[in-house]
């Protein structure tokens, strides 16, 4: 990406907005740091000017560009729909060609595209959350071909915190007896992170050789316990199988009867992931899982579905600016306190560690659970 | 004083987080919600009254502009720096500090968003009643400085009518109360004069609000019409027959195909215009006043209306007629909106006048307005990019606001004067009236350091 391209795809979109400042209230960023240079307006007069030659590629505009969730929200609360998401990640790309970024994203590049992981991890190890479920033998869930692809993503693979989510949903579709796999050391990153990071072009690699896995499995489908792998498959990969997010295919597994499920008797919220809401539309799904459990009580954060606020673990903030994100996690902790819930249930592996990350550090008693181990929770 | 110097004592007074200087920073506190554009030298974020103070007589002793900034969504270029200076944002001042439920007044921080205030009372039965369209991100701090209105203004006054008083930072840094929570104060009606005065007299760092019990009832109603004539007749008639409604909204065919393509909200696609009327007070009565505007409706050829059903639908209603400016930009990139006033009969006459001037210089121009005030807001469309349309479209701005002169309205109702209407205020003020405010301004501010270069021409 540079300037002519950048004009070209996004100079009639910021030109459109309209400084009304309707999106301000809505960006976490900008409520927590309360500058200018932090709201979505501010990012758009900044692309702005850069295309009109009155500012120039720096490091200060590379503090207000890569402090971006990428979280949606702004579009949501704007007349005109300006898609400020889009427009930074543009500048992010801008900003990698002129040498202006932060340099850990080198780093994240280098780890995903040399051994297929954001983690620096040996990618066999991608099987280890395997070890969480007793009595099964090393590599189970591993097969040469089947119906449906469960592709893990690299958080829930490597993070421990997050390892009991691919756990939790392979023991339900076992139980459901849907015939699946996963990739293990053949599942390489989906290349979000590279987008997040302003370096898409690297991402053709990544697409290239989990396209060919999937079809040398002869999958009909790919599901995704993560949002981002999710929102990514469905945006930048090639049609093919049919991509599903967790809840929605556990929405056709309850559907079909193939769950039995014992009451728990719990009042929970939900929170809704950005990436699986708001960028890809998925809103319904995830609520019917939770009402199919019995005793289940769902009470909805005063911000839900479109208005939901980011969690503070979008955009690759949490690698960039870590407090930042802590304290956008503080703002989403508080509503999610103010529903008087029990547990809050989300349906994404970055959402959970950073809230309960979050929590944890600031000795907040808060239950964190992704929705396929609540299910997991309620299988008889 | 060299400019570092400058900078460094503004980092002594409110710490070095607390004020940006970089060439990013400096640009975007140029601009608001109008089209000007300027450059600050400095942007300072107080966290306490001490710090305004601190910030203030520096600047008075060094002769440097101050500029106040709520959000910064104002439609005149309020808080532009025209002539550079340092913009005193107060995103960090936003607490509630007291809700005095028995004295029915609350006292805020200018940074308080004003949705947040009316959020939190309307959950205790209380309501701020001032509504300006931008009121989710809108600052009591700029709705004080622009004296802003809303649709519910038509019958609870605009802000000056709800402000009780204030403590005020003066032009050398000095901190005084105005006023106070009594609802009556002898001597000059000071507060009365600072509101509305853009940040030019004084900077509010505290202010006592009237608070009021929310109603009891609400009846909102949306009438379609097939002219626009028929839909002002009707709010004549209906303020002629001594109805006080809460709102009375109007907005044309333009701006409603804007606002469904931002939103759902259920505006009829193919009527000239709609009216959003909307009762409230005790449930007893609010029947019997409906069933009147309804009659009153028919007998202008209403041809249909519907009733909110519910909260929701309420409120799909009014989140269209709130995001009716930006939506406009979805038709094309820039607006200007004339903040003319006019008296409610004229108010056929004078939107006539308007579309002719759209016609005239091949502009399109979308309605949308508080018609129970008589304050149009013509929508002019253009693309500021191209400068030749954009001459053009300021021309017929101030033809618009000439129109409303000339039938004995006013050239701003709610929006102020900033520096996009300098100008146009020769259009209702003598050179003895603006002399008189000069006079005011000079005692309130004797080395201009306030705001400077907005609202009185030179
Ligand atoms: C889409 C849209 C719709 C709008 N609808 C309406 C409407 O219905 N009614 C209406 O009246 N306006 C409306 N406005 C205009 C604007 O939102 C209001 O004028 C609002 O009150 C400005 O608040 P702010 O916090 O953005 O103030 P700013 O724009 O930051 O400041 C406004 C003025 O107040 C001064 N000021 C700010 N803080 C202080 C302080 N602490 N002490 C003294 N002076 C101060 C500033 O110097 C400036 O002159 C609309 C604007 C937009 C973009
Ligand atoms: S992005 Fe949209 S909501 Fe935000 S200032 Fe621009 S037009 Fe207004
Ligand atoms: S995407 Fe989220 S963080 Fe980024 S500007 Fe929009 S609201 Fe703010």
């Known amino acids: ?380 | 004083m060299e400019r570092e110097e400058a900078i460094r004592k503004l980092q002594e007074s409110v710490g070095e987080e607390n004020v940006l200087f970089s060439d990013v920073d400096l640009t975007l506190y140029g601009y608001d919600a109008s089209l000007e554009k300027g450059r600050a030298d400095a942007v300072v974020l107080p966290g306490s009254t001490d710090q305004v103070s601190l910030v203030v007589r520096l600047a008075y002793q060094e002769g440097i502009p101050i500029i106040a900034r709520g959000s910064g969504t104002n439609l005149s270029g309020g808080t532009v720096p025209v002539r550079g200076g340092i913009v005193l944002h107060f995103s960090r001042m936003n607490k509630i500090l007291e809700v005095d439920i028995p004295n029915r007044t609350v006292t805020v921080e200018p940074g308080v968003i004003t949705l947040d205030l009316q959020t939190m009372l309307l959950k205790q039965g209380f309501l701020y009643a001032p509504d300006p369209a931008s009121q989710k991100v809108s600052t009591l701090g700029g709705n004080v400085g622009e004296n802003s209105g809303g649709p519910h203004c038509l019958k609870y006054g605009v802000t000056t009518n709800h402000v009780l008083g204030a403590e005020v930072v003066l032009y050398d840094g000095t901190v005084t109360w105005i006023g106070g929570k009594n609802p009556d104060n002898p001597g000059y009606d000071l507060m009365g004069l600072i509101v509305g005065s853009e940040g030019t007299l004084a900077i509010a760092t505290k202010i006592i609000l009237r608070i009021i019990r929310a109603p009891e009832a609400i009846k909102t109603m949306l009438a379609i019409y097939d002219s626009i004539e028929d839909a002002s007749n009707t709010v004549s008639a209906i303020i002629a027959e001594g109805i006080v409604p809460a709102t009375l909204e109007m907005m044309d065919h333009v701006v409603m195909e804007a606002v469904e393509k931002s939103v759902q909200a259920g505006y009829p696609l193919d009527a000239a215009a709609v009216l959003i009327i909307e009762l409230d007070g005790l449930k007893d009565g609010l029947d019997r006043q409906a069933a009147k505007v309804l009659e009153i409706c028919k007998r202008h050829n209403v041809r249909e209306i519907q009733l909110a059903r519910d909260e929701a639908e309420r409120a799909r209603l009014w989140a269209g007629r709130k995001g009716a400016f930006g939506a406009v930009t979805r038709l094309r990139p820039c607006y200007m909106v004339c903040d003319g006033t006019v008296p409610r009969t004229k108010l056929p006459e004078v939107l006539n006048q308007v579309m002719e001037v759209g016609k005239k210089y091949g502009l399109l121009i979308g309605n949308v307005f508080h018609a129970g005030d008589g304050n149009l807001h013509p929508l002019i469309l253009f693309d500021e990019r191209d400068e030749a349309e954009k001459n053009t479209a300021m021309k017929a701005a101030s033809e618009i606001l000439k129109i409303c002169a000339d039938a004995g309205g006013t050239i701003s109702g709610e929006h102020g004067i900033g520096i996009e209407k300098l100008r146009e205020m020769n259009f209702i003020f003598t050179e003895d009236d603006l002399e008189t405010m000069r006079k005011i301004k000079r005692a309130m501010d004797p080395k201009d350091v306030l705001n400077p270069g907005k609202v009185i021409p030179n």
């Open chain 1, 1 to 380: 990406m540079n300037l002519v391209k950048l004009r070209k795809f996004t100079y009639e979109e910021v030109t459109r907005c309209n400084r009304c400042g309707f999106c301000l209230p809505s960006c976490p960023i900008y409520l927590v740091k309360g500058i200018e240079s932090a709201t979505p307006r501010g990012r758009n007069a900044i692309t702005r000017a850069v295309i009109e030659g009155r500012l120039q590629w720096s490091g200060e505009v590379e503090k207000s560009i890569f402090s971006c969730l990428g979280c949606g929200a702004c579009t949501a609360n704007c007349f005109p729909a300006i898609k400020t998401r889009d427009i930074v990640f543009r500048d992010r790309e801008c900003l990698v060609s002129e040498g202006i970024y932060p340099k850990i994203a080198d780093r994240l590049a280098q780890y995903i595209l040399e051994e297929g992981n954001i983690s620096n991890e040996n990618n066999e190890e991608r099987a280890e959350w395997q070890e969480l479920i007793k009595g099964i033998p090393e590599h189970y869930f591993e097969k040469e071909k089947a119906d449906v692809i469960y592709f893990v993503g690299c958080v829930a693979s490597f993070f421990p915190l997050a390892q009991k989510i691919p756990a939790s949903m392979a023991m339900v579709m076992e139980k459901a007896g849907v015939d699946f796999t996963v990739l293990g050391g053949q599942e390489w990153c989906c290349g979000y992170p590279l987008i997040g990071a302003g370096m898409p072009d690297k991402m053709d690699a990544l697409i290239k050789h989990n396209v060919e896995v999937v079809e040398r499995i002869g999958a009909t489908k790919v599901v995704f316990t993560c949002p981002s792998c999710y929102h990514t498959w469905k945006h930048f990969y090639p049609s093919g199988a049919e991509y599903l997010s967790a809840s929605e295919f556990l929405v056709e597994l309850l559907r079909e009867g193939n769950l039995e499920l014992k009451p728990l008797d719990v009042k929970v919220t939900y929170h809704d992931p950005c990436d699986l809401g708001r960028n890809t539309g998925v809103y319904e799904p995830p609520r019917k899982v939770l009402s199919s459990i019995p005793g289940v009580e769902l009470v909805e954060m005063e911000k839900n579905r479109q208005l939901t606020t980011c969690c503070g673990g979008g955009g690759n903030l949490e690698m960039v600016e870590p407090e930042l994100s802590g304290k956008v996690a503080d703002l989403k902790i508080a509503e999610i306190q103010a529903t008087g819930a029990d547990v809050v249930v989300s349906s994404c592996q970055q959402c959970l560690r950073t809230i309960a990350g979050r929590a944890r550090r600031r000795k907040i008693p808060l239950i964190v659970k992704d929705i396929t181990e609540l299910l997991a929770e309620a299988m008889v």
